[in-house]
């Protein structure tokens, strides 16, 4: 540690705010302060700073320092509690107080909104979380408003006070806050949004934090770029201990400072501080902030604070720390340097200190006692908030199909999206749409004089040229961009229909999904939800398609419990399964198959604006007696050729197009399996560890009795889809597969 920077902050001098003076005005573009680069074998510290500051009144002085000494005997408690094997798992915010506790100060609870990391503990406290609510976390008690016992400590959320739920997956909150700004400034745009929604601040601002080592991460440019961009409101606090993990700072970033990386993005309000001076932090956060509510862009505050305790429990600092160094970090312990200081300039004298450590001390005793007393959440609660409690879409609410009246001229499956975005984005202002292209032309000032892009395969043709660039538009070509986007959105209340261009390129978007869109209202407790839909083109069958255009893996997301998974193989099953899945409260996964986008066999004239399917609801496409055949997406077609095939041999095939993947209609399933005693399970996937996998085991489990032969599976070949047509015919399953297949179940 720089030993110039240690004598320097070792004793801070203050004066008094002049009267009737401000800390707000935010300057236009600070001049460069603060951090020098280095060499990229040194870590970059700060240079030494003014010696005096403003000096905050005494109230406020002595209730940031109480927030801070809070903070830090939270965290010893819990690492006591640790130890006494009372709770599982322990991280602390230690070091990070004085910066944090600054941004509670200067950010309003329950007006603006939060998406902390795991340090974060004494922001949550300043802003109003109480020490008995940490705790709860800490022993997993069902009363805990971060998770109700279903995370880790210190994955900090709180509903009434704006802090939205996170995970542990480093970064992956930064695009949610994007979208979570992103929805305040689209509210603004959408006039009939504001009758529809409320809760928005016309000043409000998105905080976001995260430690140096996550500024490695590719989602952190991601959402810096979009934040400036559309100058949103977000602060990004850039917590810098110089570790992720055993990791120090100029391993992770070329020249060990990431503002420096990041100064030229435009729009981008940059500060530098030393995050373990609260006045100094306080400063800077007014300034940031302020910048923020006057709409001229995000701010991006890069705090050099300390680590003095080990990454979390299951890690030593001793193994990858000398001890010199950490001597030397000893010596910038913000609740330590700032008590001292409250005394050497009067704010309060030695035994005061005391009383307020005294009083802090009892309280979180005593909360720990109530805590550790604390009611565990009942076993049979763990598949509670899987799904919406309160919006079921596999209802009779949401089953129009008897009732159909179809008119018009017959439409392709494309037309029949299309027309039910259109029809729902009529009837819901909160509907916004975005992905890759998904616009007709983002310059507007063309859009008379060109037909227009419309996507890729023109779902989405016209939408923007009805609905405005406010409502469609389009995004970086970043999968994880749109989904995290998406997410944030929708926890403020908007409704995304997005589009990831290709199922090929979900891949970068996984993280996102899994971790974070599927768990988010399990893992909170029904706190915070976020029902959106990912509309994606998927599968082979194009002649050309060759492996990055062709895949078709959906058994990787049928298996992530939170995320319903919609395949539909025709026009008017589209249509009614799309309306669905935007009026649903849950996060879809909407699958359409490219082969079928245009096929004249599954054409459909119009249902109407509100004809809705069901989800879990198959339908039963051919009749038959001798054998069953379970299938989706393009398979349906090729099923029905061979069925047809086969009935020239005598052979009555029963069709079950399963619409649905998550849920599945077992009952379907059952009752074909009883009729016929035989079953073929035909899909795109590859046949090993396929979706089909499930539903033969299932079947060979519990409805073994009724099967007169082994269930069939009927598949992709384990590879990848060629280029070569020859090559994609062999390897994805043809008509004449499944007529092979028939034959060979009906003769066993």
């Not at 061979?642 to 029963?654: D, H, I, N, S, T």
Request: charged share 25%.
């Amino acid at each position: 540690m720089n030993a110039d920077m240690n004598s320097d902050t070792k004793v801070l001098r203050l004066v008094r705010k002049p009267e009737g003076s401000s800390t707000t005005e935010a300057p236009e573009r600070e001049a460069e302060m603060g951090m020098a680069p280095g060499p990229t074998s040194v870590p970059v510290t700060f240079a030494p700073r003014p010696a005096t500051h403003e000096l905050p009144d005494n109230k406020l002085l002595l209730e940031m320092y109480r927030t801070m000494y809070l903070s830090r005997r939270l965290d010893d408690k819990e690492i006591q509690l640790k130890g006494q094997n009372r709770i599982f798992f322990q991280i602390s915010g230690a070091g990070h107080e004085a910066i944090l506790t600054a941004a509670g100060v200067v950010l309003k609870p329950s007006y603006d909104w939060f998406y902390p990391y795991y340090r974060d503990r004494a922001l949550c406290l300043q802003l109003g979380m109480t020490p008995l609510e940490q705790l709860l976390s800490a022993v997993a008690a069902e009363a805990d408003p971060n998770s109700h016992g279903r995370q880790m400590p210190s994955h900090w959320g709180h509903s009434k006070l704006n802090i939205v739920s996170q995970s542990s997956p480093t970064g992956t909150q930064l695009l949610q806050a994007v979208g979570c700004a992103e929805a305040s400034y689209r509210y603004q745009l959408i006039p009939e949004l504001q009758k529809r929604i409320s809760g928005f601040k016309k000043d409000e601002v998105t905080y976001v934090s995260l430690g140096d080592g996550t500024s490695s991460e590719g989602e952190f440019w991601e959402a810096l770029n979009t934040a400036s961009n559309l100058k949103l409101p977000v602060v990004f606090l850039l917590e810098d201990n110089g570790y992720a993990i055993s990791v120090p700072v100029e391993v992770q970033t070329t020249g060990g400072d990431v503002s420096h990386l990041v100064e030229n993005f435009p729009s981008l309000y940059l500060q530098r501080c030393d995050g373990t001076d609260p006045i100094e932090s306080l400063e800077t956060m007014r300034r940031a902030v302020d910048y923020c509510r006057r709409r001229k862009g995000p701010a991006f505050v890069h705090a050099k604070v300390i680590r003095p305790y080990s990454h979390s429990l299951s890690d030593d600092e001793k193994l990858y720390r000398s001890n010199e160094e950490r001597a030397g970090e000893a010596e910038r312990d913000p609740v330590k340097r700032f008590g001292a200081l409250l005394i050497d300039e009067g704010v309060i004298d030695q035994k005061g200190l005391q009383r307020i450590k005294d009083e802090v001390d009892r309280e979180v005793n005593e909360a720990a006692d109530v805590a550790l007393a604390s009611a565990q959440p009942p076993k049979e609660t763990v598949t509670q908030y899987v799904f919406s409690p309160d919006v079921d879409p596999t209802s009779k609410v949401f089953d129009t199909e008897d009732r159909v009246q179809l008119s018009g001229n017959a439409g392709t499956m494309v037309d029949l999206i299309n027309r039910c975005l259109d029809t729902e984005m009529a009837r819901d202002p909160r509907i916004v749409v975005f992905g890759e292209d998904v616009a007709d032309c983002s310059r507007e000032q063309y859009l008379d004089s060109v037909k227009g892009k419309g996507g890729v395969f023109k779902v989405t043709a016209n939408l923007q040229r009805k609905y405005g660039s406010v409502r469609v538009f389009n995004s970086p070509l970043a999968e994880a961009n749109i989904v995290g986007r998406a997410i944030g959105m929708a926890t403020r209340g908007l409704k995304p229909v997005v589009e990831i261009q290709f199922f090929d390129y979900i891949w970068p978007a996984m993280h996102q999904i899994r971790n974070e869109l599927a768990l988010l209202r399990w893992r909170s407790g029904n706190e915070w939800k976020a029902p959106l839909v990912i509309r994606v083109p998927i599968g082979g069958y194009l002649k050309g398609g060759a492996v990055y255009h062709s895949q078709s893996g959906v058994a990787t997301f049928t298996q992530i419990p939170g995320l319903r998974v919609i395949y539909p193989s025709n026009a008017l099953d589209a249509n009614g399964l799309l309306r669905t899945a935007i009026r649903c409260d849950d996060p879809v996964l909407f699958l359409e198959h490219k082969h079928l986008y245009r096929q004249a066999y599954n054409k459909s004239q119009y249902p109407g604006d509100d004809f809705m399917i069901p989800f879990g609801k198959a339908k039963k496409v051919r009749e038959g007696k001798d054998l069953s055949i379970i299938t989706y997406g393009a398979l349906v077609q090729r099923s029905l050729v061979a069925a047809k095939q086969m009935e020239q041999e005598g052979v009555g095939v029963e069709i079950i197009d399963l619409r649905s993947l998550v849920p599945f209609d077992w009952n379907a399933i059952a009752e074909t399996v009883k009729k016929t005693n035989r079953v073929i399970v035909a899909h795109e996937d590859s046949l090993s560890f396929g979706y089909g996998s499930e539903i033969a085991a299932r079947i060979s489990d519990e409805l073994f009795e009724y099967l007169d032969a082994p269930v069939k599976r009927v598949c992709a070949l384990d590879t990848f889809v060629a280029y070569a047509p020859q090559l994609e015919d062999a390897i994805l399953p043809q008509a004449s597969d499944v007529a092979r297949a028939i034959a060979e179940l009906k003769a066993y």
